[in-house]
């Protein structure tokens, strides 16, 4: 793991969550975007050393949803950057981590990413990053 990237934190209103951390914290906002295939709407903002992704389910398919639903608003995940996601998967896996996605998927910001299961990781999800560059895509 080359670094932690940044900090997912599961919200029910993204509005609401980013004018809490935008003008009570103070914290600059990145940008925002919808990821349809994880079922979410993104908020980045800019912590200092490290970022906060606000993610707020879209309907009530995907995993944040079921996450909110279940445990409530709050931390979903912590994700760490890697330069190479396939060959990290698979020294997890001969480590015997199991990982929730046999191949990496597309996730916010263009990055590839893939989740460790939490009963591998101490109860903690975590998300591995893999940043795409323009050659990449």
């Known amino acids: 793991m080359e670094k932690v990237d940044h900090i997912g934190i599961a919200v029910k209103d993204l509005q609401e ?26 908020a980045f903002l800019d912590a200092g050393n490290i970022k906060l992704e606000l993610l707020e389910p879209i309907g009530t398919e995907g995993a944040v949803s079921k996450f ?15 330069s190479d996601i396939r060959q990290r998967m698979a020294d997890l896996r001969e480590n015997g981590v199991t990982l929730l996605q046999e191949e990496p998927k597309r996730g916010a910001g ?25 050659g990449d895509e």
């Open 17 to 42: 969550s980013m004018d809490y951390y935008i003008h009570t914290l103070g914290l600059k906002l990145l940008g925002t975007e919808e990821v349809p295939e994880q079922h979410v709407t993104v």
């Open 68 to 82: 909110i639903s279940k445990r409530g608003e709050g931390v979903h995940h912590i994700a760490f950057g890697v």
């Open 110 to 134: 263009g990055a590839d990413v893939a989740f460790l299961h939490p009963k591998s990781s101490f109860g903690v999800l975590v998300e591995l990053c893999a940043k795409r560059t323009r």
